[in-house]
């Protein structure tokens, strides 16, 4: 029986080293620092809203600075590989998601409930564009907190709409300030207090 167990533990080890080494190689790494433009899309006026505020939230490296863009830097593992989430970023500007809702503390909530356009009923979807690209390259319906950061540059949409309608591409200055952020300059603004993993960073973006 102890054997058994000890050969259980070891097996249960592996498959979460290997797991944890998966999560770390994939992009977004450590090294990263990535600029995605992105927009809230609302079909029932044709308009994109506000930009989200930056409100100081501590955060693992995804956030942003209230421009249009995710900055996405990772300091943790939470925001490495798999785990670089749309969710982490909504929850850095202090907005939730589910699958029919986006729920905001400075505005209304944008809910597929009772929502129509052209006499269709809307749904809370996310578009991807690759990058300097206007024609969404994929949209994902389900599971929307989970959606991946894939690439540096790329640019997303959070839109309600009919399913199957065209999304349009984020607004043309959030795509301009993406692409013109360097890489090399690091804003850690919401960055102060990582829940113990140090006491803030220094002017260079090095952990304290």
Request: aromatic letters at 6%; charged letters at 20%.
């Amino acid at each position: 029986m102890a054997m058994a167990g000890v050969v259980i533990v070891g097996v249960l080890l592996v498959i979460f080293s290997w797991n944890a080494r998966d999560v770390q190689a994939l992009s977004p790494s450590f090294d990263d620092h990535w600029h995605i433009a992105y927009g809230i899309y609302d079909c029932r006026d044709e308009s994109f809203q506000p930009n989200l505020a930056d409100p100081q939230t501590p955060n693992s490296g995804i956030h942003t600075h209230g421009d249009g863009v995710v900055h996405l830097h990772p300091r943790s593992s939470d925001a490495t590989g798999n785990n670089a989430q749309m969710k982490r970023f909504l929850e850095a500007a202090r907005v939730e998601i589910s699958d029919s809702e986006l729920t905001f503390t400075d505005r209304e909530a944008l809910s597929e409930d009772g929502a129509e356009c052209d006499g269709e009923p809307a749904i809370l979807q996310i578009a991807r564009f690759d990058p300097g690209q206007a024609v969404a390259e994929s949209v994902i319906t389900e599971d929307l907190g989970e959606y991946r950061f894939q690439v540096d540059q790329e640019s997303v949409v959070i839109a309600l709409a009919p399913e199957g309608s065209v999304i349009p591409p984020p607004p043309e200055e959030n795509v301009a300030t993406a692409s013109g952020a360097s890489p090399s300059i690091l804003q850690t603004d919401g960055l102060n207090d990582l829940g113990g993993l140090g006491s803030g960073f220094d002017a260079d973006g090095n952990l304290l």
